[in-house]
């Protein structure tokens, strides 16, 4: 399922006091990567001053907003030195894949010796064809009877727009707790499932990490969820661990 979407047209004031370090300011909150395969973008800029230039960015997280990647120039664009509206687009397919998070903004510093100042607008049109599914948070409990325990993390969702998914998830766990991530389809009702299918090997500890583009085989099947499992390793004691999932797909 293929769906554009369009942010609001946001301005600011900005000023620019560096000639050696790029100045940023974003214009969009988070969205999930997962979908985000092309950005268009109109950047405005109003009553110029000084030596100011700017140009259009964009930045990565592969978790969470508490750990992004550096911000990074829209490919090939130069930054603008004076006023007027400006379009450039972005080809994100090879850079959203297997990342969680991107938000757009502007670059901008001096591009001369005078201080610069601008009101600078940014509107964005992305093709969005991923949707987050849901946060989970929950300390689970590993008992040590060899069984594997099950959480559901998403609710049945439409297989047709699941061609894959991610998971973004944080886990403070002992070492003997593990766990793992699966999905469940569901051919006509969802009183019937199928099995379930693991799509990751037993994860242990502490991690900060996404699981990456997951293709679930959905052909003939209405629905599908998706869920982790987790057990203990030890055989004298139970294990425990704190987990934080958010699960993003696209159609």
């Not at 050696?20 to 950005?39: H, K, N, R, Y």
Request: charged share 15%; glycine share 8%; with cysteine.
């Amino acid at each position: 399922m293929s769906c554009g979407r369009l942010t609001p047209e946001i301005q600011k004031s900005l000023t620019a006091v560096s000639a050696s370090q790029a100045q940023v300011e974003f214009f969009t909150d988070w969205l999930p990567c997962t979908g985000i395969d092309m950005a268009h973008v109109v950047m405005q800029i109003r009553n110029l001053t000084g030596d100011f230039g700017a140009r259009p960015c964009f930045q990565i997280a592969s978790v969470t907003p508490n750990k992004p990647d550096a911000p990074a120039a829209f490919v090939g664009v130069s930054y603008y030195v004076a006023d007027g509206a400006t379009f450039d687009l972005q080809n994100l397919a090879s850079i959203t894949n297997g990342e969680f998070l991107i938000r757009f903004g502007v670059q901008y510093m001096i591009q001369d010796t005078d201080v610069g100042t601008a009101d600078v607008s940014l509107q964005v049109s992305y093709g969005a064809k991923g949707q987050m599914r849901g946060k989970f948070s929950k300390d689970l409990v590993a008992l040590n009877d060899t069984l594997e325990h099950r959480e559901i993390l998403t609710d049945w969702i439409p297989a047709l727009q699941v061609s894959k998914f991610n998971i973004a998830y944080l886990s403070n766990a002992d070492a003997e707790f593990q766990y793992k991530f699966a999905y469940q389809t569901a051919e006509a009702t969802i009183d019937s499932p199928g099995p379930w299918t693991g799509t990751s090997s037993w994860f242990a500890g502490d991690q900060e990490r996404n699981l990456g583009d997951q293709s679930p085989t959905t052909t003939g099947k209405m629905w599908i969820r998706i869920g982790v499992f987790y057990k203990c390793t030890a055989t004298n004691t139970n294990a425990q661990g704190y987990l934080t999932t958010v699960v993003a797909s696209r159609g």
